[in-house]
């Protein structure tokens, strides 16, 4: 589940901390845990975060190697769709 919170993060979704919990607010009454988080079993959250990561390459022009995200959308296989988020927002991250 941490891979879930990486992205939420990534997402710029705004978190804070409540009884040991990381809370995250999608909307003002839609607070969620990082367990209740469903980037990896949802296309309809996965999608709108690759959508981020290919419009913010074009919006900052940058050179940023998105061969693996594509290859995986091309796969419709939400798996490897979100292995390849993941693994490309800890590329940037470092």
Known sequence: ????????????IESYEFRGYTMFV?????????????YHTSWDWLMPVTNEIIKSRDEQNADWDLTDLKHALCTTN?????KAVVEFIKNQNT
Do not use: C, P, Q, S
């Not at 909307?27 to 367990?35: A, F, G, I, L, S």
């Not at 939400?78 to 979100?82: D, G, L, M, Q, T």
């Open 78 to 82: 939400i798996e490897y769709v979100y």
């Open 26 to 38: 999608y909307k003002e009454d839609n607070h969620r845990t990082d367990v209740d988080l469903h």
């Open 1 to 12: 589940m941490k891979d879930n919170k990486l992205i939420a993060e990534f997402m710029g």
